[in-house]
């Protein structure tokens, strides 16, 4: 019986997630979403090409690897449609490589709609949410009043729907939110339609079964561990559990039953949407590193915040995920610079501390830093080690003693092929 491996994100999402699994497809037999929905944004690139998967997990390009999108994960049909028609485009064969778990949940439109409600209602104090509806959807999950994949073969869905769309159009009355459903209906339910020529499974049976035979799982989270309906920085969080632990849950895999996780964060911090942000520049600095970096999201397009690394946060988020080796992404992006902020400490009532706390709202805590050396060379042509630049050795070198785990990858650009495996 093989153990599966974790792959996910340890900032605020982002980090690079949908390189690393194409990148790492081809040592694994399948790859299993298992959080998360059309919030998540998954660049690859490879060939000229650039793809951005939402829900579909990121070894679909693959020849072989079966790709599986599990219970934890939210589906919207009409991004789902969409998603599966560009891949086919791009002349994928995606019918026979994806299943869809029936435990999966739905996205109806009126879940984007309560979304929406439920912003424009919060005003100022908006979670910043992509608006995809996952919010309202996982609370009709645990409210237990759900659509779940499965319910499509049912011979009342719509019956189901209907009974559903009903407690929320009383919602969005409550929030006298102006809507036209029926606009947005036909089109949920064509999608519906090309669903059901796809493969629903059990995917717990599935996995289960795949791996009593050897074969290789790979897990593929979405968002990042800060971004963890519990271990994030609540409430400006999305409402999955994004962290190791919800690859049990939104796949059937037992804790036991988990090998390698691997954590993948950028060289610096990137969020987008609302929350403390403890290592935050809000100057020019931040700005190149928006700019080199194109920190502008890959599902809205918003400019992401930028920041130095912040080795506290890093350190919560290896520790809650039992990280065994890191990935660092995007570290092409910080040539240039003369000296590199890494923030060691929080500073917290007077005193320091390296631990995340339970508030990390720029009123309680203040990031304390060290500088080191910055390079100047161009990183992105770089495929071996040795050609590192010292001062980037050294950087590593730092993070991996503050937080005891080895950085196994380097990435140097958004292609596949800028993708240094270190030796140790
Ligand atoms: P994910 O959500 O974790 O899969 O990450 P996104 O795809 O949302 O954002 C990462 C962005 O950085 C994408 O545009 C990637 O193409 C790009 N990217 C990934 N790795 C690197 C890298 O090492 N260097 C640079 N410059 N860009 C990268
Ligand atoms: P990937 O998988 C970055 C953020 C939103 C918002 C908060 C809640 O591409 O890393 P939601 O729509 O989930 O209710 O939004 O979470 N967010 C992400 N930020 N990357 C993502 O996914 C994100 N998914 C959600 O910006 O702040
Ligand atoms: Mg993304």
């Not at 209602?121 to 009043?145: C, E, H, V």
């Not at 632990?245 to 950028?266: E, S, T, Y």
Request: net charge neutral; aromatic share 8%.
């Amino acid at each position: 019986m093989s153990k599966a491996d974790v792959l996910l994100g340890l900032q605020w999402g982002d980090e690079g997630k949908g390189k690393i699994v194409d990148v790492l497809t081809p040592h694994y037999d399948i790859i299993a979403r298992f959080q998360g929905g059309p919030n998540a944004g998954h660049t690859l690139e490879f060939n000229g090409i650039k793809h951005v998967l939402h829900t579909i997990p990121s070894g679909i390009f693959h020849p072989t690897a079966i790709n599986i999108v599990g219970n934890g994960v939210v589906i919207d049909p009409v991004i789902f449609k969409k998603e599966v028609d560009a891949l086919i485009a791009l002349g994928v064969d995606v019918k026979s490589k994806l299943l869809i778990a029936k435990r999966a949940h739905l996205i109806l439109p009126t879940h984007r709609l309560l979304d929406a409600a439920s912003e424009a209602a919060k005003g100022k104090n908006k979670i910043g949410s992509t608006l995809k509806g996952i919010g309202p959807t996982y609370m009709d999950k645990t409210g237990r009043n759900g659509l779940r994949v499965g319910d499509i073969e049912a011979p009342d869905f719509k019956e189901k729907y209907s009974q559903l769309v009903e407690k929320h159009k009383q919602l969005l009355a409550f929030h006298q939110f102006e809507y036209n459903l029926s606009e947005l209906e036909p089109t949920w339910f064509e999608a519906i339609e090309f669903l059901r020529q796809l493969t629903f499974v059990d995917s717990e049976h599935y996995l289960h079964q795949a791996m009593s035979t050897g074969k290789k799982v790979l897990a593929e989270g979405a968002q990042g561990s800060l971004l963890d309906v519990d271990f994030g920085s609540y409430p400006f969080v999305t409402s999955s559990n994004t962290i190791c632990a919800g690859a049990c849950n939104g796949l059937g895999i037992a804790p036991n039953r988990i090998g390698n996780v691997i954590g993948i964060f950028k060289a610096y911090c990137t969020r987008v949407g609302s929350g403390p942000f403890p290592t935050e520049l809000n100057d020019t600095t931040g700005e190149q590193i928006r700019q080199t970096g194109r920190e502008f999201g890959s599902t809205t397009g918003r400019a992401r915040r930028t920041g130095w690394l912040d080795l506290p946060a890093l350190k919560f988020a290896v520790m809650v995920n039992g990280v065994t080796e890191l990935m660092m992404m995007k570290a092409d992006v910080l040539s240039g610079f003369d000296k590199i902020g890494i923030c060691t400490h929080y500073e917290v009532n007077g005193k320091l501390i390296d631990h995340l706390p339970y508030d990390i709202s720029e009123n309680f805590v203040k990031p304390v830093y060290t500088f080191l050396e910055g390079w100047n060379q161009d990183l992105t042509g770089m495929n071996a080690q040795n050609s590192l630049p010292k001062a980037l050795i050294d950087y590593i070198l730092y993070i991996e003693k503050a937080v005891g785990v080895p950085v196994s990858v380097v990435s140097v650009g958004p292609d596949r092929s800028q993708t240094i495996h270190m030796q140790h």
